[in-house]
């Protein structure tokens, strides 16, 4: 205890001189995810933004999926790998599940304490996601205070929120509570903020005293509109991996080296296949998390199926494809097995970054069960579809308006039969002409990408917090 005492006292005595001597700060930014950087596109698009204004760029997060070429590339910025925690089995008493949760967080704590004072804290800005808010933001707050860090957090959610539907209790628990307190408080150390909607920066700054900057989510470069030859050779290559899954249909729709399931090569000439000749393509990106009810999507397609069965011999086969990972993947594979469609098929598949994009570019409807749990943020998956031209059936929730237009960019529904009947507005009878005119419409969209949004929003944020400090 004396050691941990000493230890603290000096750090509160030494950092604070330190910090002012000339030359200890650097035009270096330090980005805190307390999660897989290569699942946090957002956290990838600010860190490679940053290195426009800043000489380097440090990344802490744990080291899980890949991120970005362009970050695994580039020398200017510097990884450091957060040890990633080992997951719970589902189900597990909640005395235990609360004391794997104290443990995770003081373990936790003390490494990013070493790293956010001996690694980083050279760095003139620290940007931190939220949530996850505990122990993050407490320990950054306070140790930017110590080192004199520009702090600037990046609400992307309610942390508190997300606790109360992952321990199923509500937000009256004393937990969840402790959560909010701890959230509210040190939130408001913050010298920056940016938030995902204008919902979400009316309500930091009504019940938080929070004064943000919305930066809504942008598709980067790399999300474009479809490239008939790209979308070739992705679907030769995903057509050999998933094999077993597509057999039968590849065979329906008679593929071979030229012909894929969506694209033909005419004498070197790659262009799209019609629908009808081809199964209509539905893509969904989700974490198989409690946020997001696939029961209604799997609904949705027996209805559909069952249509195509009886008396809608005109509407195409559907081939959905559902990409991502998350704890309640493999739930849901197992009743999709037990689904037996005759004009369905799906296949659950993991993408590498760069060939996300490119699935999007390919497919006809994108499909999002994001449901928020504050009800104040908006999901990242509709913005890579609309930034590739793809429109999408979406589940309705309070701030949703802020991105999907319902009849002019997309299509917006709260139950299964809505969404079944959606699909069945987009490809039957040739009703191709919506899906085009929903098209149409997202030709702008794409046009402000995030570059350029960022650049407006985000850039001063950081630029305003460096003259404050050389004032």
Same mark, same amino acid.
């Given at each position: ?171 009256? @628990? ?139 011999? @005109? ?157």
């Amino acid at each position: 205890l004396l050691v941990v005492v000493v230890v603290i006292g000096l750090t509160v005595i030494v950092f604070p001189l330190l910090a002012i001597l000339p030359g200890f700060k650097k035009k270096e930014a330090c980005v805190l995810v307390l999660g897989d950087l290569g699942r946090s596109p957002r956290m990838q698009y600010h860190i490679l933004s940053l290195l426009e204004i800043m000489n380097r760029v440090k990344t802490v997060a744990y080291d899980g999926s890949k991120p970005l070429d362009a970050i695994c590339k580039s020398k200017r910025i510097d990884k450091i790998a957060i040890p990633t925690p080992p997951s719970l089995p589902a189900g597990l008493p909640r005395p235990l599940f609360i004391a794997y949760a104290i443990i995770k967080v003081l373990l936790q704590s003390v490494y990013l304490l070493y790293i956010l004072l001996f690694r980083v804290s050279r760095c003139s800005h620290l940007l931190v996601q939220n949530p996850p808010s505990i122990p993050v933001l407490p320990l950054a707050a306070i140790v930017s205070k110590l080192t004199r860090t520009k702090f600037i957090i990046d609400w992307h959610n309610y942390g508190y929120s997300i606790l109360a539907l992952k321990a199923g209790s509500g937000r009256r @628990s004393l937990l969840v509570k402790f959560a909010h307190w701890i959230e509210r408080t040190f939130g408001q150390f913050g010298d920056g903020h940016f938030c995902v909607t204008e919902a979400m920066r009316e309500d930091l700054n009504q019940h938080w005293n929070v004064s943000a900057v919305t930066l809504h989510d942008r598709p980067p470069p790399q999300f474009k509109h479809p490239d008939a030859s790209t979308s070739h050779e992705l679907f030769l290559r995903f057509q050999e991996e998933h094999q077993e899954v597509l057999g039968s249909l590849l065979d329906k729709f008679h593929c071979d080296g030229d012909t894929t399931l969506v694209t033909s090569n005419q004498n070197g000439k790659c262009s799209f296949r019609e629908i009808g000749a081809r199964p209509a393509v539905l893509v969904s990106s989700t974490s198989w998390t409690p946020d997001e009810d696939f029961s209604i999507l799997l609904k949705a397609l027996t209805q559909y199926d069952k249509k195509c069965s009886s008396d809608s011999p @005109s509407l195409p086969h559907l081939l959905c494809i559902i990409t991502g990972k998350g704890p309640e993947k493999e739930r849901y594979k197992k009743e999709i097995e037990q689904l037996g469609f005759s004009n369905v098929t799906i296949v659950t598949a993991w993408l590498k970054i760069e060939d996300y994009p490119r699935m999007l570019a390919s497919a006809d409807l994108g499909i999002s069960l994001h449901l928020s749990s504050s009800g104040l943020d908006l999901p990242m998956k509709v913005v890579d579809m609309f930034g590739c031209g793809l429109p999408v059936c979406a589940i309705n929730f309070s701030c949703l308006h802020e991105l999907v237009e319902d009849g002019v960019n997309g299509l917006v529904f709260d139950t299964s039969h809505q969404l079944a009947e959606q699909l069945q507005l987009c490809f039957g009878d040739g009703k191709s002409g919506v899906i085009s005119g929903m098209r149409e419409k997202l030709l702008s969209f794409s046009n402000n990408g995030w570059d350029k949004n960022w650049t407006e929003n985000a850039k001063p944020v950081f630029l305003q917090c460096s003259n404050t400090e050389n004032k």
